[in-house]
């Protein structure tokens, strides 16, 4: 894991972000963001640490938690649930790139 | 300022209690989400409904609302002096131009936060994060880039009403972009007030399609036409890459379809490393033969005991 100069962040799996920067980035409370984690919406890297650490491609997943929940008005089960389709959803895209990337084209000689 | 028929938007009645209001939003909210919508005019609804919906939600802001009268849709109006005596502490000290102002700014000091400017002249406002879709080519992911757009603004003039101002705004993308890669840079969004921080700039980073690459993650693929002679004999042959062209050794009797990996030629990885670059291997003909060409082919028909669907007959003569 790489931490990043402090003007522009990466926003995936190979950098983290601490829990503190997780609650100021997302625009939830603190409380909002723990509930999250608890209802396994949001996963730390190692959850016996002190001080629990995410992967930085958590703050998208915060980000549109905060949209959902002030968009759709859902409670915190359902705000977990939507957030594990649509990341599911997601991992289908990527998926389906990998494939399309490996297909060859067709041409004509 | 222009007119905006809330009622419509949500398509409830001018009468219509809290229930339906809430029932017609979640309904249109659930349709039009930016993270759920299909739609590419979605996001836009969106913002209408909910700037519809949080002035009718609230009490106070649906009678300041319903004060303003109705009005053909989108036609310029004013607010009379009596409902800024009533609804606007501003309109009420001589501010009597309503300027820039959007219909939306109208009630942002009733009820939330309540008392209008001056109780808000201590709160810390953080600034406006944006978000803004971007997409560069390959070259530029591989390279790093500037990227230039126009960002609409809202500036809080000082007593909680929003002036709208475009500015244009440069951002670098360092190295280690791909497709779908999402990047924050702080403080590049709205300023702060009051001490609150500055807002920030995500960019949801898209790569343009290439002629000759194709992208997955930080890997990259391409085709590699070779013709019949050059897979049986091998050689070497010239390959581009982001960096420039690379000699590849093809080793004799290549199969059509392999998977040829140049290591670290794929585009940097925002956390150091590369990609590889992949070349698929795609034994190709020509359209046309020369008369001496098809007899060399005729030749090496005879010769060879290559019998390629051999296995398939094999296959299919056991069924019974």
Redesign the interface.
């Known amino acids: 894991?790489?931490t990043n100069p402090?003007?522009?962040?990466?926003?995936?799996a190979?950098?983290s972000v601490t829990l503190e920067n997780l609650i100021d980035?997302s625009?939830l409370s603190e409380a909002e963001v723990l509930e999250l984690i608890d209802a396994g919406a949001l996963v730390p890297l190692d959850v016996q640490a002190v001080t629990w650490t995410f992967a930085a491609?958590c703050?998208?997943t915060v980000?549109?938690a905060s949209?959902?929940r002030a968009?759709?008005?859902l409670d915190v089960h359902s705000l977990a649930l939507s957030l594990s389709l649509?990341e599911r959803i997601r991992q289908l895209?990527?998926e389906l790139?990998?494939l399309?990337?490996?297909l060859?084209?067709f041409?004509?000689? | 300022m222009k007119y905006k028929d809330y009622y419509a938007i949500l398509g409830v009645a001018r009468d219509a209690d809290d229930a339906a209001i809430k029932k017609a939003y979640?309904k249109l909210?659930?349709k039009f989400?930016?993270?759920?919508t299909k739609d590419p005019q979605g996001e836009a609804k969106?913002k209408d409904l909910?700037e519809a919906y949080q002035t009718l939600k609230d009490k106070e802001r649906r009678a300041a609302y319903d004060q303003l009268g109705s009005h053909p849709i989108g036609e310029e109006f004013q607010p009379s002096r009596d409902w800024g005596r009533e609804f606007n502490q501003h309109f009420n000290n001589g501010e009597s131009s309503f300027e820039g102002i959007d219909l939306s700014d109208l009630f942002a000091g009733l009820s939330r936060g309540g008392g209008g400017g001056r109780s808000r002249a201590n709160t810390p406002i953080p600034g406006e994060?944006f978000e803004v879709a971007t997409q560069i080519s390959v070259e530029d992911a591989f390279a790093g880039t500037q990227v230039k757009f126009d960002l609409t603004f809202t500036l809080d003039d000082g007593m909680g009403r929003g002036r709208r101002e475009s500015r244009t705004v440069e951002a670098?993308i360092?190295k280690?972009a791909t497709?779908?890669?999402?990047?924050?840079?702080?403080?590049r969004g709205g300023k702060g007030h009051n001490g609150g921080r500055d807002g920030?700039l995500?960019l949801n980073i898209t790569l343009k399609p290439h002629p000759i690459f194709?992208?997955?993650?930080h890997?990259l693929?391409l085709?590699l036409?070779l013709a019949p002679w050059e897979a049986a004999l091998g050689g070497s042959v010239e390959v581009p890459t982001p960096a420039g062209p690379v000699q590849l050794t093809v080793t004799p009797a290549t199969a059509a379809g392999r998977r040829l990996r140049l290591a670290k030629r794929g585009l940097p990885?925002?956390?150091?490393g590369e990609g590889d670059l992949?070349a698929?291997v795609?034994i190709?003909?020509?359209?046309t033969y020369s008369d001496r060409e098809l007899a060399l082919y005729a030749e090496l028909a005879e010769v060879s005991t290559f019998r390629p669907r051999e296995p398939m007959i094999e296959e299919t003569a056991h069924v019974d």
């Open positions: 894991m790489s402090s003007e522009a962040l990466w926003l995936d190979s950098h980035l625009g491609d703050v998208l980000r549109q949209r959902l968009g759709l008005e649509l895209e990527r790139a990998r399309r990337a490996q060859p084209v041409r004509r000689y | 979640r909210a659930r989400h930016p993270d759920v969106f909910a994060d670098r360092p280690g497709n779908g890669q999402r990047l924050r840079l702080r403080g920030d995500y194709r992208v997955d993650g890997d693929y085709d036409p990885k925002p956390g150091g992949f698929l795609k190709v003909l020509p359209a």
